[in-house]
Antibody, heavy 122, light 108 residues
């Protein structure tokens, strides 16, 4: 069965960096794109962008450029989200979510990781 | 950027029907997807492409989309339906995915 398993919770100080992993299994990793979604405490869902698994080219949503980097290691079917220069406002649960189809205009998020809580506090 | 507006909360008695709206400019021309999120859990898609139910989703969940409003309908509501619900579309202008503001469904 399709599974996206994310790395565990992180506690970081302001200014530090964090790298969240998303290990995919149960399907052909290179056949589907992967998205990242943020959810701040008590808030809604926010699409951060996605990464094309075939090309490795990321697309970032507005507000997630500069300090946010999506990357891949296809040899271990894992996607990564790195955030640098962490701020308290980055405290959130970060989800990876698979794109249901390669059709850019039509995909929805059909499978989700369990989420990774990143807490930024001094 | 494209804005999707949902009511913050909807309350419904067990066995009744809950309707959750998602308002957006000409949303009827877009494909709308709906996600259910229970406390402490990842979201789960319950409706895709306006009115399709993914495998495993009860028939009690249905969707419609026209004009400036998309609607998720939950019939014969059960206690287990208590959750936050989000609509989502692809915004052609920004070429980005957009989520609605979210609706908390409370089963009385």
């Amino acid at each position: 069965q399709v599974q996206l398993v994310q790395s565990g919770s992180e506690l970081k100080k302001p200014g530090a960096s964090v790298k969240v992993s998303c290990k995919a299994s149960g399907y052909s990793f290179t056949s589907y794109g992967l998205n990242w979604v943020r959810q701040a405490p008590g808030q809604g869902l926010e699409w951060m962008g996605w990464i094309n698994i075939n090309s490795g080219i990321p697309t970032y949503a507005q507000g997630f450029t500069g300090r946010f980097v999506f990357s891949l290691d296809t040899s271990v079917t894992t996607a990564y989200l790195q955030i640098t220069g962490l701020k308290a406002a980055d405290t959130a649960v970060y989800y990876c979510a698979r794109a249901s189809t390669w059709e850019w205009s039509r995909f929805y998020f059909d499978y989700w990781g369990q989420g990774t809580l990143v807490t930024v506090s001094s | 950027s494209y804005v999707l507006t949902q009511p913050p909360s909807v309350s419904v008695a067990p066995g009744k029907t809950a309707r959750i709206t998602c308002g957006g400019n000409s949303i009827g021309s877009k494909s709308v997807h709906w996600y259910q999120q229970k406390p402490g859990q990842a979201p789960v898609v319950v409706i895709c492409y306006d009115d399709d139910r993914p495998s495993g989703i009860p028939e009690r969940f249905s969707g419609s989309n026209s004009g400036n409003t998309a609607t998720l309908t939950i019939s014969r509501v059960e206690a287990g339906d208590e959750a936050d619900y989000y609509c989502q579309v692809w915004d052609t202008s920004s070429d980005h995915r957009v989520f609605g503001t979210g609706t908390k469904v409370t089963v009385l």
